[in-house]
């Protein structure tokens, strides 16, 4: 059995596979309906979030599963005080499969150690994002055609953006790939995540002027500033609007640059970039739906119709 707790859990060849399942269900979704038929997936939720419980919830109805769970903490029995660990005993009764989101690092990881299903981390505090990650890959490919010889810029709070720390740690696989970290100081990426860049010899470099770097970049991916991961009130108030994008500021970016965002978007976007054919993000929830049906399909087992196989063995 296998779980997706990091985004390097996979490997890179896996991670390719995942991503042509993905591909293949995009193109003929109605090929997949059955697939997961007398399946059910729980989604675990301990923080807010509509859209990944929702995507999660999505593609298992898609693919002719079922679904249960809870939406925040204060519906589960976290709140008369039961621990991760029991509560996946728990669950691994009722489901085949499960989704966590937690505001702990670590609390999917823990889960999975005791669990008899697989487990899917949907975002864990500050730390990582891997489902985001691999829908975020699978819009640059689509958009690019191409993993690798990409110059990747991230603009926002990339300290507490757990998806700019997934990315980072998943594109750090591709050859040719450059990171350009943009952000006001007190949002700079953490160091642990700097060091992993160096210790693999992959270039960064890190601005505060979004301006400045635009023409050098294929992918931009905006994000918000995590108002419930910051020190204080006062200090997520002067730092919200540090990087609004708007079509002037697009005025010097590449003709085939990739706007990205995971979402929610606050404000980092204004509503006319939306019209703009570079603009990727909505494409981004979509192909989320397409990714986790790739997803959990591969974690059940379940073969892919089209070609009769699993897109990689889980098992031993
Ligand atoms: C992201 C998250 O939860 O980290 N959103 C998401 O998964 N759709 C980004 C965010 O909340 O800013």
């Given at each position: 059995?296998?779980?997706?707790?990091?985004?390097?859990?996979?490997?890179?060849?896996?991670?390719?596979?995942?991503l042509d399942l993905a591909d293949r269900i995009?193109?003929?979704?109605?090929?997949?309906?059955?697939?997961?038929?007398?399946?059910?997936?729980?989604?675990?939720?301990?923080?807010?979030?509509?859209?990944?419980?929702?995507?999660?919830?999505?593609?298992?109805?898609?693919?002719?599963?079922?679904?249960?769970?809870?939406?925040?903490?204060?519906?589960?029995?976290?709140?008369?005080?039961?621990?991760?660990?029991?509560?996946?005993?728990?669950?691994?009764?009722?489901?085949?499969?499960?989704?966590?989101?937690?505001?702990?690092?670590?609390?999917?990881?823990?889960?999975?150690?005791?669990?008899?299903?697989?487990?899917?981390?949907?975002?864990?505090?500050?730390?990582?994002?891997?489902?985001?990650?691999?829908?975020?890959?699978?819009?640059?490919?689509?958009?690019?055609?191409?993993?690798?010889?990409?110059?990747?810029?991230?603009?926002?709070?990339?300290?507490?953006?757990?998806?700019?720390?997934?990315?980072?740690?998943?594109?750090?696989?591709?050859?040719?790939?450059?990171?350009?970290l943009i952000s006001p100081d007190e949002l700079?990426?953490?160091?642990?995540?700097?060091?992993?860049?160096?210790?693999?010899?992959?270039?960064?470099?890190?601005?505060?002027?979004?301006?400045?770097?635009?023409?050098?970049?294929?992918?931009?991916?905006?994000?918000?500033?995590?108002?419930?991961?910051?020190?204080?009130?006062?200090?997520?108030?002067?730092?919200?609007?540090?990087?609004?994008?708007?079509?002037?500021?697009?005025?010097?970016?590449?003709?085939?640059?990739?706007?990205?965002?995971?979402?929610?978007?606050?404000?980092?976007?204004?509503?006319?970039?939306d019209d703009d054919p570079r603009a990727a993000?909505?494409?981004?929830?979509?192909?989320?739906?397409?990714?986790?049906?790739?997803?959990?399909?591969?974690?059940?087992?379940?073969?892919?119709?089209?070609?009769?196989?699993?897109?990689?063995?889980?098992?031993?």
């Amino acid at each position: 059995m296998r779980h997706l707790i990091d985004p390097l859990d996979f490997t890179k060849e896996e991670t390719q596979k995942l991503l042509d399942l993905a591909d293949r269900i995009h193109d003929d979704p109605e090929a997949y309906q059955d697939v997961a038929d007398h399946k059910r997936l729980a989604t675990l939720f301990y923080e807010p979030s509509t859209r990944t419980r929702l995507s999660f919830e999505s593609a298992m109805l898609r693919l002719g599963g079922k679904v249960l769970g809870f939406p925040d903490a204060g519906v589960s029995s976290a709140s008369k005080g039961e621990t991760v660990a029991d509560t996946i005993r728990i669950i691994s009764c009722y489901a085949d499969i499960a989704a966590m989101r937690h505001p702990k690092e670590g609390a999917p990881l823990r889960a999975s150690l005791y669990s008899k299903i697989p487990v899917i981390n949907a975002g864990d505090g500050g730390h990582s994002h891997p489902t985001q990650t691999l829908l975020d890959m699978m819009t640059i490919r689509r958009r690019k055609g191409r993993l690798d010889n990409l110059t990747i810029g991230f603009c926002g709070d990339l300290k507490f953006g757990r998806t700019v720390h997934s990315l980072i740690d998943a594109m750090s696989r591709y050859l040719g790939v450059k990171f350009v970290l943009i952000s006001p100081d007190e949002l700079k990426v953490p160091s642990y995540v700097k060091q992993k860049m160096r210790d693999q010899g992959i270039p960064y470099i890190q601005t505060t002027d979004l301006e400045a770097v635009m023409p050098e970049l294929d992918i931009l991916y905006m994000t918000r500033v995590q108002r419930e991961r910051s020190f204080n009130e006062e200090d997520y108030l002067r730092l919200k609007d540090s990087y609004i994008l708007t079509p002037e500021k697009l005025a010097g970016a590449k003709q085939d640059l990739a706007i990205l965002h995971p979402l929610p978007r606050v404000n980092e976007i204004t509503l006319d970039v939306d019209d703009d054919p570079r603009a990727a993000y909505f494409d981004q929830v979509q192909n989320g739906v397409y990714m986790r049906m790739a997803l959990i399909m591969t974690l059940l087992g379940l073969k892919d119709p089209k070609t009769g196989e699993v897109a990689f063995n889980v098992e031993g």
